[in-house]
């Protein structure tokens, strides 16, 4: 039974290739190296350099290697991108992962895991926000994860099809062992902006927003280390396996940090200071979203490993040193 990971040359989908091979599973990853690294997947699993939306390699992958799931990461994740690019990431997150869904449905593949978002809830006003909640997402991001979300249920209730569908909060981190994180150039996630400043690469940053109704008027949010975002996925897989039926869950820990602490996070960490510059708020922000998590634990069994905002950001330094380093070797 081999799995596959879309996406898994990514910064979330090659954590759980790692994931997946160190569990014993064997793994094709499927990865347009547009965003991801032929360096992030891991040497036991099988890259196939290609996109999610080419039916026939897909139906090639799946006849050749015996596919029975598939966990689907490949796609575009910059909120404000897709906000100025709304019918871009319609195609890119939305109609290809029709496309991987009919191939799959067309190669019999049982399983199916997808990476959604707690935008889809948009600013929910309740906290934490339960799966349960209205669904009103406030960027065409949220929207075209959602759309998969309703497109995955039609397609699991005509089908031989199961899947569960899981509702990031915010991915952060590297992987323990050094072997990944977070390489994209350009980034805009706080933790990763931050490091880069400890690390001098930025000259410093800032800080979208000092008026929010929170406990010092920054942002809250929600941080998941990647590692621990991975066994999640290894946990739905069981799940799926184990015959239960389609659902969803969301992935976080039910405990915020507003974007000052984990900005002073960093600083300690990293014993580094850096030039911070308090500014206006950014467009779509919602003051504060944090997981219930109690269905995932619950239903899942699945429980954190990494629930520590200072050895989250001191991983996500160790590796934006490494990355620093590499960039000097190269
Ligand atoms: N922030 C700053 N300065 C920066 C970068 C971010 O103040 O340089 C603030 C943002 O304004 C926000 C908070 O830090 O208040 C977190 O911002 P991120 O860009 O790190 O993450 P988002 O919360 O905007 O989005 C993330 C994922 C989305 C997902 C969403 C769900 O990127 O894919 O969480 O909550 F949908």
């Not at 000092?210 to 809250?220: E, M």
């Not at 820990?253 to 002073?264: A, F, K, T, W």
């Not at 003051?287 to 990494?306: C, F, Y």
């Not at 989250?312 to 070797?329: M, Y």
Request: charged share 20%.
């Amino acid at each position: 039974m081999t799995v596959l990971v879309t996406g898994g040359a990514g910064y979330i989908g090659s954590h759980m290739a790692l994931e997946l091979t160190d569990a014993g599973e064997r793994v094709v990853v499927l990865d347009n190296l547009t965003t991801g690294f032929r360096w992030a997947v891991p040497p036991k699993a099988t890259l196939v350099v290609g996109d999610v939306a080419d039916e026939k390699l897909v139906g090639e992958i799946i006849a050749d290697h015996g596919i029975k799931a598939i966990i689907h990461f490949a796609g575009s994740i910059v909120v404000p991108d897709s906000v100025t690019d709304p019918l871009g990431y319609y195609h890119n997150n939305t109609v290809k992962s029709r496309a991987l869904m009919a191939a799959a449905v067309a190669g019999g593949v049982p399983h199916f895991i997808f990476s959604s978002t707690a935008a889809v809830y948009g600013n929910p006003g309740e906290e934490p926000v339960r799966e349960d909640a209205i669904l009103k997402p406030m960027s065409p991001y949220g929207t075209s994860k959602l759309m998969t979300e309703l497109m995955l249920a039609d397609t699991a209730a005509a089908h031989d099809f199961s899947y569960v569908a899981l509702r990031y909060f915010n991915v952060a981190g590297a992987d323990p062992q050094g072997r990944s994180g977070q390489s994209t150039p350009r980034a805009t996630h706080l933790i990763k902006v931050a490091c880069e400043a400890a690390t001098g690469k930025r000259a410093g940053m800032q800080v979208f927003g000092t008026d929010y109704p929170t406990v010092d008027g920054t942002c809250v949010r929600d941080y998941i280390h990647v590692s621990d975002l991975a066994r999640a996925h290894l946990a739905a897989l069981k799940y799926l396996r184990a015959g239960n039926k389609s659902d969803v869950f969301n992935c976080g820990y039910s405990r915020g940090y507003s974007v000052q602490q984990v900005i002073d996070a960093v600083k300690t960490a990293t014993g580094r200071d850096f030039k911070v510059d308090l500014s206006e708020r950014r467009a779509g922000d919602p003051a504060a979203i944090v997981a219930a998590t109690d269905k995932i634990r619950e239903t899942l069994g699945w429980q954190p490993k990494h629930d520590d905002i200072n050895n989250i950001v001191a991983q996500a330094f160790a590796w934006e040193e490494h990355l620093a380093q590499f960039k000097k070797c190269g």
